[in-house]
């Protein structure tokens, strides 16, 4: 009897013995940096001195008073993370001991408030460059305003638009513009109207006939309302042809099948390929050569810009696609916006070159890798 006595008693002067001392030393609370509020970072440390729990639980106070348990960690040193907290509320925390399944005494309590954070440290940096880049957008923007010249290298298949219209026109044959085959919530596509508006005034004043077969319902919706008034612009909204800008159908292949039926039978003189193209951009443009048409194509469809080098008279390559729209108009506002994103990218290209150079002398010259690392630091995005 004495001896089942015993085996019972022991574990629990154990678990008691172990309540009457405070294993956790310190307990700390604070809101989380650096995020948007609802988050707050806790750390603890332990005695080493004395002999650990089975275990740590991890409590908060709840508005009624009573505890509640948030996680169960390992006796050490250790941090936790609590979110999806109410911003500007007051949380209470404390850890619990405890052996054999029996509590002992609480660490003590430690208190912290989430709040929301304006401002990211860890991205300050990229603030900077934002600013920096911004003022040499509003700079150029500026400048062309007040009439000065902003030189923009030329665009060889934008300058031969007129070229390809009056070919049209002379030779009494159509101009065909292909807007590509995705719809008018593609970056592409937008560009590709603007193209439109001016290759359809150079139709409207030379009498040539435009004809714009679409992939997407909204496209051809917008291509008519921009060709209709290009034409009234170059007041000939007599010579403007509804009908000539038709909806084929949704289907890639399909529409590819389409327009080169359209080539084959109607045999233009110029063709515009300008917007998103896939697999079907080299069928278009082996149709637009053999029916003998001056052909001028333009996507940012890295995959299909071979194509249309090889089979077309000129070619947009990538970002001159997006440049057309200031390049043709020469609005102050487009271009200027347009040779500040040149500056931009000439400045982020110095920081790499700078960059790189530094991390690589800065094994020897330690100016260097101070260098190296602050543009690091600046271009950081925790």
């Given at each position: 009897?004495?001896?089942?006595?015993?085996?019972?008693?022991?574990?629990?002067?154990?678990?008691?013995?172990?309540?009457?001392?405070?294993?956790?030393?310190?307990?700390?609370?604070?809101?989380?940096?650096?995020?948007?509020?609802?988050?707050?970072?806790?750390?603890?440390?332990?005695?080493?001195?004395?002999?650990?729990?089975?275990?740590?639980?991890?409590?908060?106070?709840?508005?009624?008073?009573?505890?509640?348990?948030?996680?169960?960690?390992?006796?050490?040193?250790?941090?936790?993370?609590?979110?999806?907290?109410?911003?500007?509320?007051?949380?209470?925390?404390?850890?619990?001991?405890?052996?054999?399944?029996?509590?002992?005494e609480?660490?003590?309590?430690?208190?912290?408030?989430?709040?929301v954070?304006?401002?990211?440290?860890?991205?300050?940096?990229?603030l900077?460059?934002?600013?920096?880049?911004?003022?040499?957008?509003?700079?150029?923007?500026?400048?062309?305003?007040?009439?000065?010249?902003?030189?923009?290298?030329?665009?060889?298949?934008?300058?031969?638009?007129?070229?390809?219209?009056?070919?049209?026109?002379?030779?009494?044959?159509?101009?065909?513009?292909?807007?590509g085959?995705?719809?008018?919530?593609?970056?592409?596509?937008?560009?590709?109207?603007?193209?439109?508006?001016?290759?359809?005034?150079?139709?409207?004043?030379?009498?040539?006939?435009?004809?714009?077969?679409?992939c997407?319902?909204?496209?051809?919706?917008?291509?008519?309302?921009?060709v209709?008034?290009?034409?009234?612009?170059?007041?000939?909204?007599?010579?403007?042809?509804?009908?000539?800008i038709?909806?084929?159908?949704?289907?890639?292949f399909?529409?590819?099948?389409?327009?080169?039926?359209?080539?084959?039978?109607?045999?233009?003189?110029?063709?515009?390929?300008?917007?998103?193209?896939?697999?079907?951009?080299?069928?278009?443009?082996?149709?637009?050569?053999?029916?003998?048409?001056?052909?001028?194509a333009?996507?940012?469809?890295?995959?299909?810009?071979?194509?249309?080098?090889?089979?077309?008279?000129?070619?947009?390559?990538?970002?001159?696609?997006?440049?057309?729209s200031?390049?043709?108009?020469?609005?102050?506002?487009?271009?200027?916006?347009?040779?500040?994103q040149?500056?931009?990218?000439?400045?982020?290209?110095?920081?790499?070159?700078?960059?790189?150079?530094?991390?690589?002398?800065?094994?020897?010259w330690?100016?260097?890798?101070?260098?190296?690392?602050?543009?690091?630091?600046?271009?950081h995005?925790?």
């Amino acid at each position: 009897m004495k001896a089942a006595l015993h085996i019972f008693l022991i574990p629990l002067l154990c678990a008691a013995a172990a309540a009457e001392c405070s294993f956790v030393l310190t307990t700390d609370a604070e809101d989380m940096p650096d995020d948007d509020g609802g988050r707050i970072r806790l750390e603890w440390t332990v005695d080493p001195t004395v002999e650990p729990p089975d275990s740590l639980v991890l409590e908060r106070a709840a508005p009624d008073g009573t505890w509640e348990a948030l996680a169960s960690v390992a006796p050490i040193d250790g941090r936790y993370s609590d979110d999806g907290l109410e911003n500007g509320r007051t949380y209470t925390y404390r850890l619990v001991p405890y052996s054999l399944g029996v509590p002992g005494e609480p660490g003590p309590e430690a208190e912290a408030v989430p709040e929301v954070k304006w401002l990211h440290s860890g991205r300050i940096g990229m603030l900077v460059i934002t600013v920096v880049l911004s003022v040499i957008i509003l700079g150029y923007i500026e400048a062309g305003k007040r009439g000065k010249n902003l030189y923009v290298r030329r665009i060889a298949g934008l300058n031969a638009v007129e070229d390809a219209v009056g070919r049209a026109t002379e030779m009494g044959r159509p101009v065909l513009y292909i807007p590509g085959i995705m719809d008018m919530d593609d970056i592409q596509t937008i560009a590709s109207m603007v193209i439109l508006g001016r290759v359809a005034r150079k139709a409207a004043e030379y009498g040539a006939s435009l004809l714009v077969p679409t992939c997407r319902s909204v496209v051809m919706s917008v291509s008519q309302e921009v060709v209709k008034e290009a034409y009234l612009q170059t007041g000939r909204p007599d010579a403007f042809r509804r009908e000539n800008i038709t909806y084929l159908t949704d289907d890639q292949f399909g529409y590819a099948a389409g327009v080169d039926g359209l080539m084959v039978r109607q045999r233009p003189a110029a063709i515009f390929l300008l917007g998103t193209f896939y697999a079907e951009s080299l069928i278009l443009a082996e149709t637009g050569k053999s029916v003998g048409a001056i052909q001028i194509a333009g996507t940012a469809m890295v995959s299909q810009i071979p194509f249309f080098i090889a089979a077309c008279d000129y070619t947009l390559i990538g970002e001159e696609l997006y440049a057309a729209s200031a390049y043709l108009s020469r609005e102050p506002k487009l271009l200027g916006s347009l040779k500040g994103q040149d500056a931009a990218k000439l400045m982020i290209m110095v920081i790499l070159v700078l960059g790189v150079l530094g991390a690589s002398i800065g094994q020897w010259w330690e100016p260097a890798g101070r260098v190296a690392e602050f543009l690091r630091n600046l271009t950081h995005v925790e």
